[in-house]
């Protein structure tokens, strides 16, 4: 992501220095001062919208309010709205979920400290800080038989927490329900990868 961030920044900085270069009357000192102005204002603007390629760039320089040093505990649970079976808990290690044969696996679970920083920094650079604590439907219509999926974060810190309840069916915007559903498949893709290494 980064790696992006400083080619569209090269790219538009070479466009428009390639563009000023065009009028001969400026010097090179002063071409290079007002691409970089303008290239700058330019990634503020996006910066400020919420642009993708500047989502990491603007963690970097905001606080965030939770810190790593801090953390507790990570807990995750999902599952039909009237039964969440599937849960982990960092704390404990307690980790339970139903196979592909319905079949309820309990079993430990450990995260080791470089899958909890990408927990954390994933948290900062999707925005789950600033997620509503409820996102669940107010339509409790059952579509085609298939019951929606209800999902749990919880990012336990000493001073804080915080808790998401999300609901595939929610109805919020787009983009809030595109950052749950990233969260959630990232949340899913430490744990498989952790039960793997576990496995070795």
């Known amino acids: 992501m980064l790696l992006l961030i400083f080619v569209f920044a090269g790219l538009v900085f070479g466009t428009i220095y390639f563009i000023i270069n065009l009028i001969n009357k ?42 790593l040093t801090e953390f507790k505990s990570f807990v995750f649970k999902y599952g039909v709205r009237d039964s969440m079976v599937n849960t982990y808990n960092s704390a404990t290690g307690e980790y339970q ?6 079949s309820l696996i309990k079993t430990h679970l450990y995260l080791n400290r470089s899958e909890i920083l990408y927990l ?24 085609g038989g298939v019951k929606p999926l209800r999902y749990l974060m919880q990012f336990n810190y000493q001073q804080k927490s915080k808790t ?16 749950n559903s990233k969260m959630i498949k990232e949340i899913e893709k430490v744990l498989a990868e952790a039960e793997d290494r576990q496995k070795k």
Do not use: C, M
């Not at 998401?164 to 950052?179: I, K």
């Open 164 to 179: 998401v309840l999300f609901e595939t069916s929610y109805d919020g915007s787009e983009n809030l329900r595109a950052a």
């Open 120 to 143: 954390h920094h994933k948290a900062g650079e999707l925005g789950f800080w600033d997620f509503p604590s409820n996102e669940l439907s107010k339509d409790t219509t059952i579509l």
């Open 97 to 102: 979920y139903l196979n592909n044969r319905d």
């Open 26 to 67: 400026y010097s090179l000192k002063t071409k290079l001062i007002v691409s970089g102005l303008i290239s700058g204002l330019i990634f503020f603007i996006f910066y400020i919208s919420g642009f993708p390629l500047t989502a990491y760039y603007r963690q970097i320089f905001e606080d965030s309010p939770y810190e």
